[in-house]
């Protein structure tokens, strides 16, 4: 969950309008950021182009692809896949498509004993993780010179970039426009606000919240969207000081209070939360049955998909202080293995990514995600782009890679959401899980 260096750039380039054949499997989670900039020509003479630009005729090849899918991703594939045969025919993508939130992890570490794959599709924070492994190819400067100067941070370790940002998301907490218009209702900036809100919701018949913890990926979405704002934009080295044992989730009360959040949305949603699944639990939102709901973009897909009329909008969920922040999120993010056979054929692919403008805008109108491509604009309606563009206009958006790179999601964040489940259905004390997150300290750091 990033820096601020990051989110300067971003919000003064970002803030107007807004992986490969055959997949098949949704992923798990992970919007409108960017307006263009002006797109630098790449230089003359550049190895990459000229190696992506050699004629079609050449000899065949099939690189083969791991992409660790969000739920809005699949099909984005035959997308690629019908746009890099126009260009280049010859290179064809042989796909395995995982849940992210699942599967990508372990299918890493099983691919790392045996030979990685051609190209890996994650997320920015998977950069983190693995390039200090020595195990991915730096990207070529042609490429992310075509990708929004901010795309960079957070995938470059010691001046090396390994990782190309494609698209972006935001995470918060969407409401329901009309509803909130009819009661009266004011966007919440602190905890009272939101109380009152819920009381008002419960004294008139509605659902404060939709949720579907069903899917433990989302108790760990949202859990770090808590922390962000109650723990690390107080304390941007707290993962550190984790490891270090200057902190711990049983004694700090920061720590504790963003878990908690997790009962006030249980205790203020549906009974069958656990086992209402997303698709259900988002049309419960646009069917105004629930006022509000804690997600990212990956739910604006639903929510359109429902009624293309839906008005909905964003904010941060309240900290203890008032001063929440939205919360940004680099997703789709394309890394290569630095043992690749077929460099020129993966430079091809790139090429497409980073240079077919029609193709971008089909994956981030397919995706209601946010382009990190320079001069790459979505054409879909977001009802919820007004809001951003004010959070982003107050300098009140936080990205999520600080977060997520200090607490990694392979290993702790999601097996800590296994025990606030546990714990929310009665299974487990609150002692016992905080004591399993301090217990998982040497899972926490993907170093």
């Known amino acids: 969950m990033k820096k601020k260096s990051y989110l300067s750039l971003l919000l003064a380039t970002c803030m107007t309008a807004a992986l490969l054949a055959g997949c098949g499997n949704s992923g798990a989670p992970a919007e409108e950021a960017p307006a263009a900039e002006t797109e630098a020509p790449a230089e003359d003479g550049g190895e990459a182009e000229a190696s992506a630009a050699e004629s079609s005729s050449d000899e065949a090849v099939t690189l083969t692809v791991l992409a660790g899918q969000s739920t809005t991703d699949a099909g984005i594939e035959d997308m690629i896949d019908e746009a890099l045969a126009a260009k280049y025919p010859e290179v064809t993508l042989e796909w395995e498509c995982v849940d992210w939130g699942n ?27 693995y390039a200090p492994q020595g195990i991915l190819g730096e990207i070529d400067a042609s490429y992310l010179d075509k990708g929004l100067d901010a795309a960079r941070e957070n995938v470059t370790i010691d001046g090396k970039t390994y990782g190309l940002v494609y698209n972006a998301l935001y995470q918060g907490v969407y409401y329901n426009k009309t509803m909130f218009a ?16 819920i009381e008002d919701c419960k004294a008139k018949g509605i659902t404060p919240f939709a949720s579907h913890m069903v899917d433990t990926w989302s108790i760990g979405n949202v859990t770090m969207q808590f922390m962000m704002n109650d723990v690390f934009n107080n304390d941007p080295t707290w993962g550190d000081k984790f490891r270090a044992g200057e902190v711990s989730f049983a004694e700090d009360e920061a720590a504790q209070t963003a878990y908690t959040y997790n009962k006030l949305i249980f205790d203020n949603t549906y009974p069958e939360t656990f086992s209402t699944e997303q698709t259900d639990c988002d049309a419960k939102m646009v069917l105004g049955e629930a006022a509000m709901k804690v997600s990212g973009s990956w739910s604006i897909q639903n929510f359109l998909d429902i009624d293309e009329s839906f008005d909905f909008g964003i904010f941060p969920f309240p900290n203890q202080t008032g001063d929440s922040k939205l919360i ?18 993966v430079n091809k692919v ?11 805008v089909e994956i ?17 309606t977001n009802p919820s782009q007004a ?3 004010a959070y982003a ?17 392979g290993g702790f964040q999601e097996e800590n959401a296994k025990d606030i489940a546990a714990w929310l259905q009665g299974d487990e004390s609150f002692e016992d899980c905080l004591k399993a997150s301090d217990g998982r300290v040497d899972a926490s750091s993907a170093n």
């Open 387 to 389: 809001d951003i563009d």
């Open 103 to 129: 599967d990508f992890q372990p299918k890493m570490q099983q691919y790392m004993q045996s030979g990685l794959p051609d190209i890996m599709i994650g997320k920015a924070q998977d950069v983190a993780t």
């Open 393 to 409: 206009a107050d300098n009140m958006i936080v990205d999520v890679t600080l977060g997520n790179n200090q607490l990694v999601w």
């Open 350 to 360: 790139l090429d497409v990514l980073t240079s077919d403008k029609e193709l971008a």
């Open 364 to 380: 981030l109108d397919y995706t209601k995600t946010a382009s990190m491509l320079k001069d790459v604009t979505p054409t879909f």
């Open 328 to 345: 940004f999120e680099p997703n789709i993010t394309i890394m290569t293995s630095a043992a690749t056979e077929h460099q020129d054929a």
């Open 182 to 197: 009819e009661n009266g209702w004011e966007v919440p900036k602190t905890q009272e606000d939101l109380a009152t809100i």
